[in-house]
């Protein structure tokens, strides 16, 4: 577990941009039967989070279709949170950073950390606006 005063600011990032924070398989529960699209990122204190992922979450959100519903977990902080909703992107293993779009609950698609490590935030950017493009 990392300290929240380390985490808070990463956390930030996207609650201030409209992202709920899950702290519970309650909470992933509850988001996940809602209807409409919701987008669910796997945050993480690695630098591909922090120069590659936030940012493209929130770039992604500049486009004219965006998820009904942002949510976000943190990996090594809510852990019952993050597996809950790991669990539910199955058949993908569990990699943070990650994102994932579901609609009415089902997975439609799905970003793994080997699609965001090394990868420029507009890219990552583009790459969910067409999957909201498609699906919200």
């Excluded at 909470?27 to 669910?40: I, M, P, Q, R, S």
């Excluded at 936030?54 to 998820?67: D, E, F, M, V």
Aim: aromatic content about 4%; charged content about 25%; proline content about 7%.
């Amino acid at each position: 577990m990392y300290p929240p005063e380390l985490v808070k600011p990463m956390q930030q990032e996207l609650t201030a941009v409209g992202f709920d924070e899950l702290k519970s398989k309650a909470d992933v529960d509850v988001a996940l039967a809602k209807e409409g699209t919701t987008l669910v990122v796997v945050n993480s204190v690695c630098g591909c989070a922090a120069a590659n992922a936030r940012p493209g979450a929130i770039k992604s959100l500049q486009n004219a279709k965006t998820p009904t519903n942002l949510v976000t977990v943190f990996a090594g902080v809510d852990k019952e949170a993050t597996d809950e909703a790991r669990a539910k992107m199955v058949p993908f293993p569990p990699s943070s950073p990650s994102m994932a779009l579901f609609k009415n609950g089902e997975l439609v698609h799905m970003l793994e950390r080997h699609h965001i490590e090394g990868r420029p935030a507009e890219m990552i950017a583009d790459n969910l606006m067409d999957a909201y493009n498609e699906h919200c």
